[in-house]
């Protein structure tokens, strides 16, 4: 069983940074892709950034480009989530996914199909 940890959430005021971690643990598996995607009360899932281990190529919601970054941990089958200049409109739940598929559409959720618990994020304005 591959079991996919976030850390790192909590409350952020307007304009502050977070930082999210994500590590695998369970059976070994082989990841093609990573992702965070995020949902707010009453709203759809939405995809927030991933990142492709065959070109470190990032991917990116049209919301939160230029203010967050996904990175790679130091474990394999690991991703940070950098949230700069946060806003209101970012308070979600926060899931980490993982793909062992490839060539398929990575800002699509049902590509993935690995997901974490996920962490709540909170930004007070």
């Known amino acids: 069983q591959v079991q996919l940890v976030e850390s790192g959430g909590g409350f952020v005021q307007a304009g502050g940074s977070l930082r999210l971690s994500c590590t695998a643990s369970?059976?070994?598996?082989?990841?093609?892709?990573m992702a965070w995607f995020r949902q707010a009360p009453g709203k759809e899932r939405e995809f927030v950034a991933a990142?492709?281990?065959?070109?470190?190529?990032?991917l990116y919601g049209d919301s939160v480009k230029d203010r967050f970054s996904i990175s790679r941990g130091y474990a394999r089958n690991a991703v940070n989530l950098q949230m700069n200049r946060v806003e209101p409109g970012d308070t979600a739940v926060y899931y980490c996914?993982?793909?062992?598929?490839?060539?398929?559409?990575?800002?699509?959720?049902?590509?993935?199909?690995?997901w974490g618990q996920g962490t709540q994020v909170t930004v007070s304005s």
């Open positions: 996914a993982a793909t062992s598929y490839s060539l398929r559409n990575y800002y699509d959720r049902v590509t993935y199909d690995y």
């Open positions: 369970g059976r070994t598996f082989s990841s093609t892709a």
């Open positions: 990142l492709k281990w065959s070109d470190s190529a990032t």
